[in-house]
């Protein structure tokens, strides 16, 4: 059966385009709060787990050792839009590890955000892997490398040469948090290779949410996990702008709500969220994979569960559509199908 | 009824993500040749109809009267990547008419290219007017506004003036060329602002189909748009650099077709071609607006009807994916519902 229609794309009264997908809310005790669409068919989360990806850098004790900032572990979590602030912190985590931009096997991005890349291009600078909206994320993936070759007596930027793959003792942690975490194995999941070169794992929507209502809890984890999510996600509500950017929904969400919502988009339409004051956890995909509509989604799905009219989450879920002389064109908006009790 | 899964979004062998969508093959006579999905819901064609939107142009006189050449021409088809040759010809244009880009409505719009960006904000350049991807229609609506001035002994920029309004004598022309090619009366038509800030009308993909069947075929024209269409789909065929740009679809496919296939996207994921050999239009658009999906459903349907196994046309049809490092993470692919016979 098909997945309902979730946002619709109006140009003047009309509706032009429209985005089908589906959406989980789960708690964490794995009881469903809302079903839309089909939430047990797998899909690649891609980064919208990037804090579950983080656990084992807090839970293995490297961010202690090497004493991360909220500022550094907001970026572990983050799909940042390589702004100054971004490059410098990601740098800043492999000064502390003796280490730079090469240890980064995330590949070469120009700033997603055009002001930044013009302004980069104006100063006739080049991209790095710095640069690349993983960075945070794959300077956390070395520094818990330093930590492991030092347990087991090895040159750290030796041990770290390879950590995208999916055999790499650092990755084998990685998936196994995502195992620990969704209740899925994910070794037995259909892999795929991310846009940053590591392995994302197609999972079920239900199980995503499941994964981040435990994170948002507590519940269901173990000590160092729940410790870690925790960590995490106040690193993230102390640090917004390191998950994002200027202009990004996750941070200007984030910045509003503080610890009552941690949220992420992945590539593809994918968003997971955590609501701790409710229990909950949200996992939702558009199925082609357009994020101007998993970030409307996002914003109609918080608001209902929080029961909130904010005008900035109505400014997404109703986003409004500018032309080139700034002339307002259309909106995006909730299709009526997406409905959710608080 | 929902519209068929025509694209798929593959990573590694797994299907990530799908769009759905409608395809009308039609011919001059209004015959359908292949109809998958609603071809009969309205839908805004946008910049896939530019030529359709040239044709008083040329049909006026005006583009003979300012000795547009084959470029020029060209370039009023264009959603063109803002790239120097696009932008010195629209300039040129405008020279010819004793104007300069103050007299373009479009709004201003850095170039969709991002190394042709780069290198302008290298060079400390600010994006004008002629660097929006409609520049080039916007120039031939001032040339056609600067001939009724003549006519009607008004001074040109002066008459030229909002010639981006539904009302605006120019636009009273552009809409009735639309009327007149598609069979359907546009001013009745649900009506939307254009991203160029000109009137957009929703019609059906059957309509769109018919019409760019009419002007591949010159059938069911009146003698000055027939002849007005086959000039410009020689000059697209002579000059396809302009109607696109580097690695462009539109500017790729003409360049190996020449005049054996029109085609050209509109933004929200629409098409149009004419294949004037076999006396067909295409009309397609994908339901979410996605500009990989409609690219990928031109080339699949350009290639069954063409009966061609051309190395291009599967490029795009199953388009490879590559992240960050070069990596090949997936494909997209025509979906077994998008079958069309030659």
Redesign the interface.
């Known amino acids: 059966m098909?997945n309902p229609v979730l946002i619709e794309?109006l140009?003047?009264?009309?509706v032009?385009?429209?985005?089908?997908g589906a959406i989980a809310v789960v708690d964490a005790s794995g009881a469903v709060h809302t079903a839309l669409g089909d939430i047990d068919r797998?899909?690649?989360p891609r980064s919208a787990v990037k804090m579950l990806q983080a656990l084992p850098l807090v839970a293995s004790g490297a961010a202690d050792t090497f004493a991360l900032t909220d500022a550094e572990l907001a970026l572990a979590c983050a799909s940042h839009s390589g702004e100054p602030e971004h490059v410098a912190t990601a740098a800043g985590v492999l000064a502390k590890l003796g280490l730079d931009a090469t240890a980064l096997?995330?590949?070469?991005?120009?700033p997603s955000r055009?002001p930044v890349?013009?302004?980069m291009?104006?100063r006739?600078e080049q991209a790095t892997p710095l640069h690349?909206n993983c960075s945070g994320k794959h300077s956390g993936f070395v520094c818990l490398a330093c930590l492991m070759a030092r347990h087991a007596g090895a040159e750290p930027a030796a041990f770290a040469r390879g950590y995208v793959a999916a055999e790499h003792p650092v990755m084998r942690e990685v998936t196994a948090a995502l195992s620990a975490t969704t209740g899925v194995d994910a070794d037995n999941a259909?892999?795929?290779?991310?846009?940053?070169?590591i392995p994302?794992y197609?999972l079920p929507l239900r199980s995503l949410a499941l994964a981040f209502a435990r994170c948002g809890t507590g519940v269901g984890l173990s000590d160092g996990h729940a410790r870690a999510a925790r960590r995490l996600r106040q690193a993230a509500a102390a640090a917004p702008f390191m998950v994002g950017g200027t202009d990004r929904f996750d941070t200007r969400v984030m910045q509003a709500w503080g610890e009552r919502l941690f949220c992420k988009i992945g590539a593809?339409?994918v968003y997971c969220a955590a609501l701790p004051e409710l229990g909950l956890g949200v996992a939702l995909k558009?199925?082609?994979?357009?994020a101007r509509?998993a970030e409307a989604a996002m914003a109609a799905v918080a608001a209902a569960l929080l029961k909130s009219d904010d005008d900035l989450l109505a400014s997404y879920s109703h986003l409004r559509l500018r032309?080139?002389?700034?002339?307002d064109?259309?909106s995006l908006r909730p299709a009526l199908t997406l409905a959710i009790r608080a």
């Open positions: 098909a794309v140009r003047g009264t009309a032009e385009s429209c985005h089908t797998p899909v690649f096997e995330c590949g070469t991005q120009w055009e890349l013009r302004a291009a104006a006739g690349n259909p892999r795929g290779t991310d846009g940053c070169s994302t197609a593809e339409g558009i199925d082609d994979g357009a509509a032309n080139w002389r700034g002339l064109v259309g």
